[in-house]
């Protein structure tokens, strides 16, 4: 019993839909042998976490990759104004 009720959702999302997109969500829950709410979520989901990682990883051709990777392991650029206004005191 414990089991599940910690399985339960615990909070609702609403959403508005025409008659013909519901009916498009609905044969594509059937499709995937689900209920339509399950399909959404589950779409939902799959959209946001591609975007997430849309913007926490990223792919490079090989040649690109190689060039990306030699300007990480390069020395670092020494810009003298940064380093003028590092070495200066803090102002508080």
Do not use: H, Y
């Amino acid at each position: 019993m414990f089991e599940k009720a910690a399985a339960q959702k615990e909070t609702r999302l609403s959403i508005r839909a025409t008659e013909p997109e519901k009916a498009i969500l609905a044969q594509a829950a059937r499709a995937r042998r689900t209920n339509v709410s399950q399909f959404v979520l589950q779409a939902s989901l799959d959209a946001a976490n591609a975007i997430l990682v849309e913007q926490t990883e990223f792919r490079l051709p090989p040649d690109q990759w190689e060039a990306f990777c030699q300007r990480l392991d390069a020395p670092p650029k020494v810009i003298l104004g940064l380093r003028q206004l590092f070495s200066e005191p803090e102002p508080f």
